[in-house]
């Protein structure tokens, strides 16, 4: 790159947001440079593979079922592996399946009467069923309306009683939302939990990563620049780290909410959430289910051995199971970890290897309720932001953020056209994304 560079738009960040909004402006006709500090794209979607295995940079799953992902993504080309719907309740020493009936309704009555035999109320499992039927068929903007409530609230109002949600439900949001109190937005919830029924839960055989790198791929040759961290924003674009200057009609920063504040002072302190996921290497998979298993009443958010799922995640021979903890996990609670996986899997974990462990301080964006589930990207003439901490902290947030910043740098540009040099291809704004979060 030469000292200084000129284009319509800078973006920073090459995380789901930052390529969705790049993309889109580059469809428009847009001169786009997409710049990332780091040496690969995704942000916090990002695998490594190491002696066989594929090892995402945390516990995550593709829901197929998100609007953005659906339109966005070939998941042909992903060769994504489903776990099984539902999950698996350790809770004692009982394993509890909360299953999908409209997938596998041979598996409901046993499921069900294995509930009722924890001492479950009927009445709860039909509020459960009624709440899932009517999340998985009304229109979601049935379930963003009236006031947003917190997750909890919005299961009492479903009729759920508290000691169901606590024994049965929360452990498992407790590890998609990773906060205990069930605070997070429930419009958020109804959403997540619709997408969840309505799609599935799947690994791609090479990695989380391979997602992001599936739309970096389709980029323009030249737009996306790697190891290009940037420093600053100046009156009319960007400082790169190392001395270059990037001049842009527009600025878009798709960085995480700490490094877009660090870049936009102006922006208000976004609370997030860790996790800490540990890879374990086992001679042998101990239990053949391709469910997430919650961890019920135990120090363990969940844990799934993720090569039953995607053979392709363990070399011939060996089982990959990945487990999440909440918040950053010192050496003590992995240790206390190994020995409650030896209790959930009923099995010895002295011949596992611990493969790798992946701290996430900033894992996700706290959502409390009430939350605007989308947010304009628009601070100042020329500045915008987005990512999942703009929308839901979900990959679907933060490709539709990133979606809605591209609209509105066009819509702004557009309107300041005159202003602008002339263009061989007028800009085109892309189709109106699906802005559905969740
Ligand atoms: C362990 C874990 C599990 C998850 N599980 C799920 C799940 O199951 N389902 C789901 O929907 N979501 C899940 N998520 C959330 C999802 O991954 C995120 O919501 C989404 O990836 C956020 O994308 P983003 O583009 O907003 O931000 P990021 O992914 O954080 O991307 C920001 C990018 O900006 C770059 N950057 C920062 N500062 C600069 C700078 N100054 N200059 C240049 N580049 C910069 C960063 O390097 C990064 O690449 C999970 C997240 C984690 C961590």
């Not at 997938?103 to 499921?111: C, I, K, T």
């Not at 006031?147 to 998609?176: E, M, N, S, Y």
């Not at 790169?240 to 798709?254: C, I, K, Q, Y």
């Not at 996790?275 to 019920?296: F, N």
């Amino acid at each position: 790159m030469s000292r200084t560079v000129r284009v319509d738009t800078v973006v920073v960040g090459a995380g789901m947001a930052g390529l969705a909004c790049a993309a889109d402006l580059c469809d428009a006709g847009l001169e786009v440079l997409l710049l990332e500090a780091s040496r690969d794209v995704g942000g916090r979607m990002a695998s490594d593979r190491r002696d066989g295995y594929v090892l995402d940079h945390g516990f995550q799953v593709f829901n197929t079922a998100y609007p953005q992902v659906r339109q966005r993504v070939d998941l042909a080309a992903l060769r994504l592996r489903p776990f099984d719907p539902g999950y698996v309740l350790a809770l004692g020493d009982r394993r509890l399946p909360l299953v999908d009936p409209t997938r596998r309704p041979g598996e409901l009555v046993p499921a069900v009467t294995g509930l009722l035999g924890a001492g479950l109320r009927p009445r709860d499992l039909a509020a459960l069923a009624a709440m899932s039927g009517r999340d998985m068929l009304a229109p979601p903007r049935l379930l963003k309306r009236g006031p947003d409530l917190t997750t909890r609230q919005a299961l009492r109002r479903a009729g759920l009683d508290d000691a169901f949600v606590d024994t049965v439900l929360a452990p498992f949001l407790r590890g998609v939302f990773l906060e205990p109190q069930l605070e997070t937005s429930g419009r958020f919830f109804h959403l997540v939990w619709r997408s969840m029924l309505r799609g599935s839960l799947c690994l791609p055989e090479r990695g989380i990563g391979a997602v992001p790198r599936q739309l970096a791929d389709r980029l323009p040759l030249g737009t996306l620049r790697l190891g290009a961290g940037v420093e600053r924003l100046t009156d009319d674009g960007v400082a790169l780290t190392n001395g270059l200057a990037v001049h842009a009609r527009a600025v878009v920063v798709a960085a995480g909410p700490t490094a877009a504040r660090a870049l936009l002072p102006s922006l208000p302190l976004t609370p997030t959430h860790a996790v800490t996921t540990a890879h374990h290497a086992a001679p042998e998979a101990p239990w053949p289910e391709k469910a997430l298993l919650v961890d019920g009443n135990g120090p363990l958010l969940h844990t799934s051995v993720v090569s039953n799922v995607q053979p392709r995640y363990a070399p011939a021979g060996v089982a990959l199971v990945s487990t999440s903890l909440p918040g950053v996990a010192d050496e003590e609670q992995l240790v206390a970890a190994e020995a409650r996986l030896a209790e959930l899997y009923r099995t010895s974990t002295r011949a596992w290897e611990r493969v790798a462990v992946h701290r996430v301080r900033e894992a996700l964006p706290a959502s409390p309720a009430p939350w605007p589930l989308s947010r304009t990207s628009r601070l100042a003439p020329g500045r915008h932001v987005c990512g999942d901490h703009r929308a839901t902290a979900s990959v679907q947030g933060a490709l539709a953020s990133g979606a809605r910043a591209a609209r509105e740098v066009l819509h702004d540009l557009t309107r300041s056209q005159t202003a602008s040099r002339p263009r061989g291809r007028a800009a085109r704004a892309p189709a109106r994304a699906d802005t559905a979060a969740g």
